[in-house]
T-cell receptor, first 110, second 113 residues
Framework: GQQLNQSPQSMFIQEGEDVSMNCTSSSIFNTWLWYKQDPGEGPVLLIALYKAGELTSNGRLTAQFGITRKDSFLNISASIPSDVGIYFCAGQRNTDKLIFGTGTRLQVFP | DADVTQTPRNRITKTGKRIMLECSQTKGHDRMYWYRQDPGLGLRLIYY???????NKGEISDGYSVSRQAQAKFSLSLESAIPNQTALYFC????????????FGSGTRLTVV
């Protein structure tokens, strides 16, 4: 089944550092979404993007919908311990099912 | 109460046993999904349903079956559980409007011994 290419696969950073991760596809999407999964919980929606080039922030998180509509980026500024978890991108064409990325596991050390 | 509730949260079962995982939602969404998560493999779609009379296979449906009992209820069954079905299972819901994405339950951790 199709999954989006998400990188990096894992990150180990120190508290206070900025984080960048990205998601790429061979297909065009109309919507890009970013989710976070805390340990032992289901994924929770962080940011939704609906237009090519769109840049949207949610607190310390900023996500961008790539101009080509085949990629998306998520940045986390000044990381804190509660940022630990798995981050998933997801793409959607019109109202079809979401296609999920393979996930980026983030560890933050004090 | 949670928008999407999964029961049980944890389950240990023996090989060959039949087991059902249940999902209920209060979102009023028409669409419901079952995903499986294995370490390092992200979320893989097992089955999905766009309304009560619609059931579709996902990418890894072998060994699983589903039942959409009502708009709010979507259950996943393992007819004869095997050890490689040990995983974390998530139910999710969505509406047709692409604005809100999916809402996930908290998951069921299933261990088949």
């Amino acid at each position: 089944g199709q999954q989006l290419n998400q990188s990096p696969q894992s990150m180990f950073i120190q508290e206070g550092e900025d984080v960048s991760m990205n998601c790429t596809s061979s297909s065009i999407f109309n919507t890009w979404l970013w989710y976070k999964q805390d340990p032992g919980e289901g994924p929770v929606l962080l940011i939704a993007l609906y237009k090519a080039g769109e840049l949207t922030s949610n607190g310390r998180l900023t996500a961008q919908f790539g101009i080509t509509r085949k990629d998306s980026f998520l940045n986390i500024s000044a990381s804190i311990p509660s940022d630990v978890g798995i981050y998933f991108c997801a793409g959607q064409r019109n109202t079809d099912k979401l296609i999920f990325g393979t996930g980026t596991r983030l560890q933050v050390f004090p | 109460d949670a928008d999407v509730t999964q029961t049980p949260r944890n389950r240990i079962t023996k090989t060959g046993k039949r087991i059902m995982l249940e999902c209920s939602q209060t979102k009023g969404h028409d669409r419901m999904y079952w995903y499986r998560q294995d370490p390092g493999l992200g979320l893989r779609l097992i089955y999905y349903s766009f309304d009560v009379k619609d059931i579709n296979k996902g990418e890894i449906s072998d060994g699983y079956s589903v039942s959409r009992q009502a708009q709010a209820k979507f259950s996943l069954s393992l007819e004869s559980a095997i050890p490689n079905q040990t995983a974390l299972y998530f139910c999710a819901t969505s509406d047709e409007d692409r604005v809100y994405g999916y809402t996930f339950g908290s998951g069921t951790r299933l261990t088949v011994v």
